[in-house]
């Protein structure tokens, strides 16, 4: 069982930077953890994702090159280096955690919001 707790969103204007941040309780060093957005009316989507050995990551193909996702397993964090942000990438941003070989995610923190002005 783990417990996440994000942190770092904002108001930002398009081109800036944010970083987001990800406490987590609970031992998540074998969990895949994730960055997952939702934009008003739409679907959740993953827009980052980190292997527990961080030899994986995956990227939403709008956000590569743009965003690095990290992880510290002695630190427990999760976090999301975002940068040169568009407005296209508002949304609420979730983290979560799934244990290896499961389809879902299944801890996830409360979000935090992410708005980028044009």
């Known amino acids: 069982q783990v417990q996440l707790v994000e942190s770092g969103g904002g108001l930002v204007q398009a081109g800036g930077s944010l970083r987001l941040s990800c406490s987590v309780s609970?031992?998540?060093?074998?969990?895949?953890m994730g960055w997952l957005r939702q934009a008003p009316g739409k679907e959740r989507v993953v827009v980052a994702a980190i292997a527990w050995t961080a030899s994986y990551t995956y990227y939403e193909d709008s956000v590569k090159g743009r965003f690095t996702i990290s992880r510290n397993n002695i630190r427990n964090t999760v976090n999301l280096q975002m940068n040169n942000l568009k407005p296209e990438d508002t949304g609420v941003y979730y983290c979560?955690?799934?244990?290896?070989?499961?389809?879902?995610?299944?801890?996830w923190g409360q979000g935090t919001q992410v708005t980028v002005s044009s």
């Open positions: 979560a955690a799934k244990r290896r070989g499961d389809s879902s995610y299944s801890f």
């Open positions: 609970g031992d998540f060093s074998t969990y895949v």
